[in-house]
């Protein structure tokens, strides 16, 4: 088969990483892609957010099958234009894309499903988000409805910026994201990822995993898109995964599908775990970045059937033949991330580096030039490792970081320190 990945990233690495595992994979193209994935595959320059574009080029490069890693062309509508065109395609349709999209319309799903998730108020005007704030208890979840880079939620410690945060939700300080928002209880308890395939009808659970959004050691400091993670998640243990699935899972799908618009694709369920119980946090229609990476780790070249399988509407034949391994990730990132960084700094010592399927350095931000690899982003490298144990995997992911030459870049040092 003609495969093609929409996306850029350290995701986007590890999925055509897994994809060319497979014998049914006889060329891979990635858009746009990176350095490190035109080491392993072709890339192709195309606007992956304009459907027309997307159509066009598969149909001019006889793809067989479309995998659509990030949010973004999810949201515009791209699977539902290659859909249309009979184009088979990984990923969610535009109108299912907002359980992403939108936080309110998440809400209300979880409200319809009787899905456990956090109280919530929604607004479209600052008076009444404000007046709601009045009998509510601190800390307080301040939430722009829409897409926001993963920064368009203020967790406040006091109403005074709980109202601050409102006032810049509704004065543009997100973008359109903020035009509406959310207003949510705090939730106590210790978060995970849950990765769940999904084909319109049947679920899939294919791991969990944890990540580490500070950028800190010792989970402090500024959020980021991710500074590492690691799978399998111990929190989630197959007893809340059984009831995350029945609870809350299996009702939205089921919700979903009585709207008339199916789910499929891959569902990111952010879980919050207390007492036993979990309670949706948020879903994301898409894998996690970088906790793909560590999930391809773990899967290997069984994640295309999976992935082909959702898309074909066949998950209920369909099953994961699990290893008894952990995978970790250290994200690599520029000096002054996530705030203001150099880029083109130049990378030495990938090429020393091991390259099996317990040992992979996914790029996320880096381009060739003059045969050697630079940094253009804030996360650079995903420097990624497979062990019998986590520890293991630990081990071993920091022995690459340690043979990497780039003295421009920054790790945390303490990833997987909460499970390990
Ligand atoms: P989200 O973009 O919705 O995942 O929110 C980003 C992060 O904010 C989550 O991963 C949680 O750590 C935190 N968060 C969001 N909503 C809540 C909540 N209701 N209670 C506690 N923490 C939350
Ligand atoms: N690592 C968090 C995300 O992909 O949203």
Redesign the pocket.
């Known amino acids: 088969m003609n495969i093609l990945i929409l996306g850029s990233g350290g995701r986007e690495h590890s999925l055509a990483w897994a994809v060319l595992q497979n014998p049914k994979c006889d060329k891979l193209v990635v858009a746009p892609g990176n350095a490190g994935i035109a080491q392993i595959a072709d890339c192709a320059t195309i606007d992956i957010n304009d459907g027309g574009a997307v159509v066009e080029f598969a149909e001019r490069n006889n793809i067989d099958f479309v995998i659509i890693g990030p949010e973004a062309p999810l949201a515009a509508g791209v699977a539902d234009r290659l859909r249309e065109a009979g184009i088979p395609v990984f990923g969610p349709s535009k109108a299912a894309a907002a359980l992403e999209a939108s936080?309110a319309f998440t809400k209300e799903i979880c409200d319809a499903c009787g899905a456990p998730t956090?109280a919530y108020g929604h607004f479209a005007d600052p008076a009444a988000a404000k007046a709601y704030l009045r009998g509510q208890s601190l800390p307080i979840?301040v939430?722009a409805d829409g897409l926001a880079a993963?920064k368009?939620?203020i967790?406040a410690e006091t109403l005074a910026e709980a109202e601050a945060a409102i006032d810049d939700m509704f004065g543009g300080g997100f973008g359109d994201a903020g035009a509406e928002v959310v207003i949510?209880?705090?939730?106590?308890g210790e978060?995970a990822s849950f990765f769940i395939l999904c084909d319109g009808e049947n679920v899939l659970p294919i791991g969990s995993a944890q990540d580490h959004?500070r950028v800190g050691e010792g989970d402090t400091g500024l959020?980021t898109g991710g500074m590492g993670a690691y799978s399998p998640a111990p929190v989630l243990t197959d007893e809340i995964a059984e009831r995350a699935l029945a609870e809350i899972i299996r009702p939205t799908m089921a919700e979903m599908a009585r709207r008339g618009m199916p789910y499929q694709g891959v569902l990111y369920a952010?879980l919050?775990i207390e007492n036993g119980a979990p309670r949706l946090?948020?879903y994301?229609v898409r894998f996690g970045d970088p906790e793909c990476q560590v999930l391809m780790m773990r899967l290997g070249a069984q994640a295309f059937d999976l992935m082909h399988a959702a898309a074909e509407g066949r998950l209920a034949e369909a099953q994961v033949n699990w290893a008894d391994d952990h995978a970790l990730t250290v994200v690599l990132a520029a000096k002054g991330y996530p705030a203001t960084y150099e880029k083109g700094s130049l990378i030495r010592g990938l090429d020393t580096l091991p390259e099996n399927n317990s040992n992979m350095v996914f790029h996320a931000g880096t381009k060739e030039e003059n045969g050697g690899i630079v940094a253009v982003g804030g996360r650079v490298l995903n420097v990624t490792a497979r062990g019998e144990t986590l520890a293991q995997a630990q081990q071993r992911a920091y022995a690459m970081v340690d043979a990497i030459d780039w003295p421009e870049g920054f790790c945390r040092r303490d990833i997987g320190w909460r499970a390990l």
């Open positions: 936080k956090a979840v939430k993963g368009g939620v967790i949510e209880e705090f939730m106590h978060e959004k959020n952010g919050m946090v948020e994301n």
